[in-house]
Nanobody, 124 residues
Framework: HVQLVESGGGSVQAGGSLRLSCQAS????????MAWFRQAPGKEREGVAA??????ATYYADSVKGRFIISQDNGKMYLQMNSLKAEDTAMYYC????????????????????WGRGTQVTVS
């Protein structure tokens, strides 16, 4: 099955930037849609951004539009996070969404698709 490993998390001051990476391995031909989710302590899981791996489209949560950029290159997916705020503090997960065109991507539960173990982002 597909394995996902996130990296790039860390601690940063408000207004700063971080770039998360996700390395996928295994049968990645099935990964037509990939996404970043996040979850902060005591809060619900939130879909942050998604990308159709053919390059057709990208999608963003309203809370990150204009600040985050999702991209992919040579089997890796990235999340460039700019103008970070304290409310961006969370564990960030790389996800293969079981959808051909990322339809309903933001509703993907951990019971479906493939999920990485996460990388912590802390903004102070």
């Amino acid at each position: 099955h597909v394995q996902l490993v996130e990296s790039g998390g860390g601690s940063v001051q408000a207004g700063g930037s971080l770039r998360l990476s996700c390395q996928a391995s295994g049968p990645t031909y099935s990964a037509h849609c990939m996404a970043w989710f996040r979850q902060a302590p005591g809060k619900e899981r939130e879909g942050v951004a998604a990308i159709v791996t053919s390059g057709e489209a990208t999608y963003y949560a309203d809370s990150v539009k204009g600040r985050f950029i999702i991209s992919q290159d040579n089997g890796k997916m990235y999340l460039q996070m700019n103008s970070l705020k304290a409310e961006d503090t969370a564990m960030y997960y790389c996800v293969v969404v079981p959808s051909a065109k990322c339809g309903g991507w933001e509703h993907t539960s951990p019971a479906f698709g493939y999920w990485g173990r996460g990388t912590q982002v802390t903004v102070s």
